[in-house]
């Protein structure tokens, strides 16, 4: 089993920076593509940011230029540093990693942006 810890959500105004964290656990050979998802209240959850093992990224237009996805491999860890934040990136943030092909995801943590 692979567990996935999310951290740094919380309370911000529009126009300010947040950095999450997420390191996984269990067993663990080696983390392939690892990833941010949010779900917002009433909508579909969507991707936010990914990143491949070797550093590959891949964002969509909503985030692009604002965010930006990193990982440590040694640390088992992927960040999303979030920048000029605007109160529709208000959502749960996951954490998602794939290792051997299945796919894991973490319990999310609460970004709110107030305007």
């Known amino acids: 089993q692979v567990q996935l810890v999310e951290s740094g959500g919380g309370l911000v105004q529009a126009g300010g920076s947040l950095r999450l964290s997420c390191t996984a656990s269990?067993?663990?050979?080696?983390?392939?593509?690892m990833g941010w998802y949010r779900q917002a209240p009433g909508k579909q959850r969507e991707l936010v940011a990914s990143?491949?093992?070797?550093?590959?990224?891949n964002y969509p237009d909503s985030v692009k230029g604002r965010f930006t996805i990193s990982r440590d491999n040694a640390k088992n860890t992927v960040y999303l540093q979030m920048n000029s934040l605007k109160p529709e990136d208000t959502a749960v943030y996951y954490c998602?990693?794939?290792?051997?092909?299945?796919?894991?995801w973490g319990q999310g943590t609460q970004v709110t942006v107030s305007s």
């Open positions: 990143i491949t093992y070797s550093g590959l990224t």
């Open positions: 998602n990693a794939y290792v051997f092909g299945k796919q894991y």
């Open positions: 269990g067993r663990i050979f080696r983390l392939d593509a």
